[in-house]
């Protein structure tokens, strides 16, 4: 349903008493309030607000949706150091501490009890009264290089991971430039920070650079400078700046002429570096960072443009998110089958961190079969293994994915490929399993779970095997830890005679597919996952128990279906006894 042409949708037209509370209130607080926009449904007050001895010019944008989201306000004509957005004057009117916006609370009362803090805290601070300020303020710092991303262009990004930069007032940087076009166009780029250089001397250790990182990265030569505050406010300003420093120092030093030089460039980062509060407190001051980038149309200065980019400190840091992932960014694991429940495992196990993932699968994406995979259109008619590597590799540059796109198991009677092979077969899946901290078997095939769990109890790897069952009723995850007491065919046999009950399946929900004769269940993505998630989960626990409690029991069933309707998911689970009729375990 659209809102209809007559609608009323001004909520103080909706509720005519509540904007009276409001204007009441900002006379209750002797603060005079006149109305300087009402289209739209934005409502904007002009506010004389009274304050000690003088009175504080604030203009009030009440939310659209008021009174459910809370107000933006705005003082232009005062000068704070902090919690007041040096770009638009916005005030941060909800310090944490006094807790989040309350639609109950009347708009005047809300600036009544922050208005007055944000002077207090601004005036502790300038007093260096850390302590008191930060019981009123949260203890984290707010740098200006924040401020500058609101004017930064769209479709561009720099990455840095703050390397060194002399104490000195400009000199060479070395970027690396990808484009985001397709067309190769550097309109839309990515570029990476590779290291910077004193005016004279030599480069500082390279620090960053594209490894394992796709695209088509170039080398680029850009420069760097230090401005001192007062900051020009945008790009424009901030390139006048720097190309008054620089210039300053070729006066005496000619050898930095380059700097000033375009060459034959149409494009040229330069980094500003800045005295930003990069920290909380009275040791807070740091280098803030922002990147400019100039773009150069034809030979005259009429096609020079330039603009502010947004630019992103990249480390390990990245993981802060992530306690568990410093405990997996070295394991290795062996990923057998890419398909519905192996491609989202695949993609969440590389999120989580894991160092290296080595993936196996003979399939390729198709439209029919991307419906329950990770990848759309882009993969289509791509073998799994590499389209997973390649967007996960794109994407997630500090692991490393391995494809390996064979069928496990596959014979051949045509003597001369059995005799061309190499390496064998066997020796290299030993020693991918060898290799592996950890394998996962999402092959959803009962011949290859057994032989993996064969090779892997043999080898020493422990290994989660996880599936589907048939109509997606429900489904399986099971963990075989080397040196465990029972194995793979100890839980098929107590299955077989309903030792460990199956979970729930419909063996008629099953669909083949046009040109291939083997039948393939019927079922979504969203009720797989439910299987892929667990399967992740208990790797994480197999290979970092300390940071990821990985539970103590050694299978789990999963029941999407019970009593022919539609459940939230139930798991059981369980240890595995050694079964007496397992040649391997029983017999001990
Ligand atoms: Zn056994």
New binding site residues.
């Given amino acids: 349903m659209t809102a209809k042409a007559n609608e009323v949708t001004n909520w103080w037209k909706c509720w005519p008493s509540l904007y009276d509370a409001e204007m009441a209130a900002f006379s209750a607080h002797g603060a005079a309030a006149t109305v300087l926009n009402d289209q739209n449904d934005m409502l904007i007050l002009d506010v004389e607000w009274p304050l000690e001895d003088r009175t504080v010019n604030l203009k009030v944008g009440f939310s659209p949706l008021h009174p459910f989201f809370p107000p933006t306000v705005t003082a232009p004509d005062i000068n704070l150091a902090r919690h007041r957005n040096p770009f638009d004057g916005g005030l941060c009117l909800l310090v944490p501490g006094a807790g989040h916006w309350n639609s109950k609370q009347r708009v005047a009362e809300l600036i009544h009890e922050q208005l007055v803090k944000i002077f207090d805290v601004n005036r502790l601070r300038e007093e260096e009264k850390w302590d008191e300020a930060a019981a009123v303020e949260e203890q984290a710092p707010d740098p200006l290089a924040n401020y500058y991303f609101n004017e930064a262009e769209d479709h561009s990004t720099v990455y840095f991971a703050r390397p060194a930069v002399p104490a000195q007032s400009c000199g060479p940087a070395e970027f690396f430039i990808n484009p985001r076009a397709a067309n190769g166009s550097t309109s839309a780029f990515e570029a990476m920070l590779r290291r910077t250089k004193p005016a004279s001397g030599h480069w500082l250790a390279p620090l960053f650079e594209p490894k394992g990182w796709a695209g088509n990265w170039k080398q680029s030569e850009g420069r760097w400078v230090r401005l001192k505050q007062p900051m020009p406010k945008d790009a424009a300003g901030l390139l006048a700046a720097a190309e008054a420093v620089i210039a300053q120092q070729v006066t005496a030093n000619k050898l930095l002429r380059p700097l000033q030089e375009r060459g034959n460039r149409d494009l040229r980062i330069t980094v500003i570096i800045f005295d930003d509060e990069i920290a909380y407190g009275p040791d807070g001051t740091g280098d803030g960072w922002l990147f400019l980038v100039e773009r150069w149309q034809g030979k005259g200065a009429k096609g020079h443009s330039v603009a502010l980019v947004r630019s992103y400190e990249v480390s390990e840091e990245i993981f802060a998110r992530l306690p568990v992932a410093a405990a997996l960014r070295n394991k290795k694991v062996l990923l057998i089958g890419a398909g519905a429940v192996g491609s989202f495992v695949a993609a969440e196990l590389v999120r989580a961190g894991i160092g290296e993932l080595t993936i196996v699968d003979p399939d390729r994406v198709e439209p029919g079969n991307s419906v329950r995979w990770l990848l759309g259109r882009i993969a289509w008619g791509l073998p799994k293994v590499l389209a997973l590597s390649n967007f996960l590799m794109t994407n997630y540059p500090f692991a490393r994915v391995v494809a390996w796109g064979t069928r496990l198991g596959e014979g051949t009677t045509d003597v001369d490929v059995a005799r061309s092979v190499s390496p064998t077969p066997v020796s290299e899946l030993r020693r991918l399993i060898d290799e592996a901290d950890l394998v996962v078997d999402a092959s959803a095939s009962i011949d290859c779970q057994a032989a993996m769990a064969h090779e892997c109890r043999r080898i020493g790897t422990p290994l989660v095997v996880g599936y589907a069952t048939e109509g997606l009723h429900g489904g399986v995850v099971v963990r075989l830890r080397p040196g465990a007491p029972?194995?793979?065919?100890?839980l098929n046999e107590h299955w077989s005679d309903g030792g460990i009950k199956v979970p729930p399946r419909d063996p008629s929900a099953t669909v083949i597919p046009i040109g291939c004769n083997s039948p393939t269940f019927t079922g979504g993505s969203f009720d797989l996952q439910e299987v892929s998630m667990e399967v992740v989960r208990s790797a994480i626990g197999l290979l970092a128990p300390d940071e990821y409690d990985a539970g103590d029991w050694d299978w789990s069933a999963l029941a999407l279906v019970r009593d022919g309707r539609r459940t939230l998911p139930q798991w059981d689970c369980g240890t595995l006894a050694?079964?007496p009729k397992?040649s391997?375990?029983?017999s001990k």
């Fill in positions: 029972a194995c793979w065919v100890c050694p079964h397992c391997g375990c029983g």
